[in-house]
């Protein structure tokens, strides 16, 4: 009998379109995938992807009956059969690039057509394959999956020309090279590493690289006595005139667009020439392929792997490993495991939107994937999740390759929504843990503004409670002009935690001969060895609640005198997140330093960096003219800035008018990451040195300022955002107001709200939406709102007693690059966790183990050099951000 169904749906089921995005390698609502027994159903439909077997969940035919969409095809994922011969050998890649390696070399899929409305109680009734259906599933098939459309596949470094060698000038008349003199080092016997300068025609040895090549920098001594920027290394030249072509001036590797006619004037002819040493890239490769995090314990061992509810790792989507340390450091907390576990059924049941594009149903799914543990079970061949019971008829041969870990999960769907509309999370470059953790919290906490709102049906009967609330605290900032004696006291609300100072004393080691070795001439290749000596946390958070002074513009004296500011914690977080300054500029970019932070791994309290408010003896300043911009009379003059936020940016290395025009450009607030993010992005302006005109910065009698900012301008209201775009759209004014205000004024996202939220009303015409107050004049009692303004977060009850509860690592030369891990204080064994003890487990990408407290040789096997500690004690000390919970 034909389904009545595929007739009646015959002139509507068409391929796929281009843009489309066809969700057949993943559920949307779980991480049940192609690879499992009963794969996944794709709607013909709309593309949607939901798992068929699951009975507590089966969320095809919740699709269905959602949507009406009846007809889906089941697509199944099986991996091919192909005997390996034992001289079949992998040969080492030859380039910086990972490709994308195609999926029918490995696997056959299955696809199966069924009817959903024709099987009621069972998965469907399997159709018959007509011209149609064919034409249908053939384009499914063929079309990028959504995976595929938001990742990048394939990657490889990008070096580029520069100014230096496209305008490169060669001093005095042509001449022929001997080759005695290019046979050594022109001030050592080093024969190897050779770079010739392309000016001159000096020969110089390199730097020391990794895997055993000497060198004494006598080519970057000759840039520094003579300015000649560029040289190329000796022996990486082809006929194709291609080599590696190295800028002193700009510290990086480059591209001679004319290499061929620079090196004809030392009358070297490229086509006589052959490579016969590693290029930069191919030993920047060798480097990166030993690029890891020991997982390995003190006996040489490998770490245990573990597995279960709790215990489920992510997988690397390529650079996505800051996004997965920072996910399974807020899933380890008890108010967000709560709070979308207690979510997940209720809300997807009621979603009516489409789930890869509702960040809550993407949240409630990454809670269900970590937490649930039917992820967290041993992979087999291929890749795929299996029971523990699959291990059963595992070969000896494969348990003698080391321990089997975990597939883990793809953020792939999540990474995608989260990043949506933002410059830098939405590309597969590596990002700044710390940035995006700071930018998931804002993104929950708008969600949170939209699932609350009184309009919204379908959240009825969910939780939809803020769980970035225990993050919440309140700074005290006490300012108090030199002259008068008059205070001040502010209180600022942070929502995602601080940012601490870190003291660089340094101390100089002389370097053994492998640890002098680096991958290449570049940012990070060494010099002397310095190393730095150990600093506290105590004396970190001493140095961020130490006075500070400032120029001011004092408002009681009217004239310029100095002033002194300090900051201490008004109420304390439920979890304290702590993002240490654990690095330095090197020639405008930022680059770590190894500095030793020693973290208590247990209690301990913060009761003396608590703000004692205004006293009774102490006279308050009166109100600036303007908070942001505090005019010198006559008017005009130069706006007064943040101090703390000034000395941040000043502190890094940047000149004083730079910090200015970085801090107008983004609103003069108190966001020092926000004006430091600008200045690298506009360090090439012409314009970046200027003076400034600050005149172009007052705000205007109609609310917003100048200077491009596009949002509120310097101290201006709702009246000075422009609405025009979405108004041009449609939306009226009120709308466009609160979906800007919503979306941290970012209008791509403002109109993905707007359609998601298409009953709401908006704001009023004058912009009076809810509203977070930054700044609150201290006086209030806690939970107090002062003029309709939501009251700052924590608690001021003491003692603010706490203990680490997680903590994210980094390994690399800056924290836009290299690779993040995550540290979790969490019970492994039953027996500990009877006892009371806490264990530690060690997140890497899909990898999860056991992690030892402490785990290090007396002495390096090869080296003989004494080793760092690589257990949580170890790399504690140099983490990059810490969770402290309240205890």
Known sequence: ??????????????????????????????????????????????????????????????????????????????????????????????????????????????????????????????????????????????????????????????????????????????????????????????????????????????????????????????????????????????AEGTADVYCYACNDARIDPSLSKHLSHFGINVMDLSKTEKSMTELQLEQNLKFDFNMTGEDGKQLEPVFGPGFTGLRNLGNSCYLASVLQAIFSLPTFQTRYLDAYKPHTLACTKDPADCFECQMCKIADGLLSGR???????????????????????????????????????????????????????????????????????????????????????????????????????????????????????????????????????????????????????????????????????????????????????????????????????????????????VNWVPQKVEVPIVVPLGEFELDRYVGRGKQQDEVELPADKDDSINQREGGGGTPSFDEGVMSQLTSMGFPEVRCQRALLETGNGKDAEVAMNWLFAHMEDEDIDDPIDFDKYLPKSGGAGEGGRGQQGLGGDNGGVDTSMLEEMGFSRGKALKALRLNGQNSEMAIAWLFDNPDDEGDDENGGGEEVVQETVVGQSEGQEAGGAKAFGGSDLLPARYEIRSFISHKGPSVHSGHYVCHVRKSVDVEDAKKGEQGWTFFNDEKVVKAPFSSSSEVDGQTGEPQRDVGVKGLSMYAYEYFFERV
């Open 1 to 238: 009998m034909s389904c009545p169904h595929l007739s009646a749906a015959f002139n509507r089921l068409k391929p796929p379109r281009p843009s489309q995005r066809v969700h057949r390698e993943e559920c949307t609502l779980c991480f049940d995938d192609q690879d499992s027994p009963s794969g996944i159903d794709v709607c013909l439909d709309c593309f949607n992807g939901g798992c068929s077997s699951n009975h507590d969940r089966a969320h095809s035919r919740l699709h269905f009956s959602k949507t009406g969409h009846p007809l889906v095809v089941n697509v199944r994922r099986v991996l091919k059969k192909v005997e390996k011969l034992d001289d079949d050998l992998p040969s080492p890649p030859k380039k910086l690039a990972i490709a994308a390696e195609k999926e029918e070399d490995k696997y056959d899929f299955v696809t199966t057509p069924k009817c959903l409305a024709c099987d009621e109680a069972g998965q469907g009734k399997v159709l018959p394959r007509t011209e149609k259906l064919e034409e249908v599933i053939s384009g499914v098939m063929k079309a990028l999956s959504s995976a595929q459309q938001s990742e990048v596949k394939a990657w490889e470094e990008e070096i580029v020309p520069c100014s230096h060698t496209i305008e490169l000038k060669q001093v005095g008349e042509a001449r022929k090279l001997e080759p005695s003199g290019l046979a050594s080092c022109n001030k050592c016997d080093l024969t190897s590493n050779l770079w010739l300068c392309l000016t001159c025609g000096n020969l110089g040895c390199g730097r020391a690289q990794f895997g055993g090549v000497g060198g004494n920098s006598h080519g970057l001594s000759h840039f520094e006595e003579t300015g000649h920027p560029c040289s190329v290394k000796q022996g990486t030249i082809t």
């Open 375 to 585: 992820y967290a079970v041993p992979r087999t061949e291929g890749g795929r999740a299996m029971p523990q019971s699959s291990l059963d008829e595992e070969s000896s041969e494969t348990k003698k390759e080391g321990p089997i870990f975990q597939a883990g999960i793809r953020p792939s769907m999540f990474k995608s929504l989260v990043g949506k509309g933002h410059d830098e999370f939405s590309t597969m470059r590596q990002q700044d843990a710390d940035e995006f953790f700071k930018h998931l919290v804002s993104h929950i906490q708008r969600e949170s503004k939209s699932l609350t709102s009184s309009r919204n049906a379908t959240t009825s009967g969910c939780p939809t409670e803020d769980p970035t609330g225990i993050f919440s605290f309140a700074l005290e900032h006490r300012l108090q002009c030199d002259e008068c004696k008059k205070v001040r006291y502010t209180v600022e609300n942070q929502d995602a935690g601080i940012s601490l100072p870190v003291p660089l004393r340094e101390k100089i080691v002389e370097a053994s001969d492998e640890e002098g070795k680096a991958a290449a001439e570049g940012p990070s290749a060494p010099g002397p060895k310095v190393e730095y000596e150990p600093v506290s946390l105590t004396e970190c958070l001493d140095i961020f609640t130490s006075p500070e002074q400032l120029d001011y513009r004092c408002p009681s004296c009217q004239r310029d005198v100095k002033a002194t500011k300090q900051t201490h914690f008004k109420t304390f977080p439920q979890v304290l997140a702590v993002q240490v300054r654990r690095f330095q500029l």
